[in-house]
């Protein structure tokens, strides 16, 4: 009888195992959220000269620190499952043309043109030229969303359709997109200043598509007429990492 008046009582023991169990499960979720990653202004890397001044004077955004959302705006694993949830419902679907260019080797090139649908605020022409992601075209919702708002600000949009990306065009040589190629980007840009002589350029890039404009830009200053900007967006430096 004394022995079992030593031992201790179950329900205690049971309690200690909750109270474990409900640690360790808070635990995980602020690791997994990334709850205690601290918030900090970005770092900007820039040489400084008039358009840097004139820049971050017109953006004060750059300089400030981003509040994120409580709860999931610190985790990049969150925001994509629910945008790609709540995108597929909410996401707008842009009309526009798609253009069908014929490459030396034979590739068929594809590009969608979308056409303002408000006047621009400095009353100019300017179209941006967009280079998608990694097998990515002008169907996807991120790039609809873009585009869709790009519109509404008075912006013309040409968005390439990497080559072998799209299911309903069949590839006409033995080649498809790489991460080096500039060939169906150039050929896009090319139209579009021809077919608009009066345009000028805003060059925007999303993660593949960053590595191929900055290469477009860089390969022959040329490239680079009447380009007012380049935007690089989550643009990858390694493709072996």
């Known amino acids: ?25 808070l635990y995980v979720i602020v690791r997994c959220l990334n709850l205690k990653s601290p918030t900090a202004p970005p770092e900007l890397i820039y040489q400084d000269s008039a358009l840097a001044r004139f820049l971050l004077k ?3 955004l750059l300089t400030k620190e981003y509040i994120p959302p409580l709860i999931w705006g610190k985790s990049g ?23 069908y260019l014929t490459m030396p080797d034979g590739a068929t090139a594809t590009f969608d043109l979308f056409e303002p649908q408000s006047e621009h605020c400095i009353g100019e022409d300017v179209t941006m030229v967009i280079c998608p992601g990694i097998a990515n075209h002008s169907e996807k919702q991120y790039i609809r969303t873009f585009v869709d ?12 359709n990497h080559l072998g990306a799209l299911p309903n065009i069949e590839l006409t040589s033995p080649r498809m997109f790489t991460y080096g190629c500039t060939w169906e980007f150039g050929a896009m840009v090319n139209y579009i200043k021809k077919t608009y002589p009066q345009t000028q350029l805003v060059v925007v890039g999303f993660s593949l598509g960053g590595n191929i404009v900055c290469k477009y830009l860089g390969e022959n200053q040329a490239n680079q007429e009447r380009v007012l900007c380049c935007v690089s967006v989550c643009q990858g430096y390694s493709a072996l990492r």
């Open 1 to 25: 009888m004394s022995a079992m008046l030593e031992t201790p009582e179950l329900p205690a023991v049971f309690d200690g195992v909750k109270l474990a169990a409900v640690a360790a499960v």
């Open 149 to 160: 708002y790009a519109q509404k600000n008075g912006y013309r949009c040409a968005v390439l």
């Open 58 to 60: 017109s953006c004060p």
């Open 77 to 99: 694993h969150i925001q994509t499952a629910l945008y790609g949830k709540m995108g597929r419902v909410r996401s707008p679907h842009p009309y526009g043309l798609r253009k």
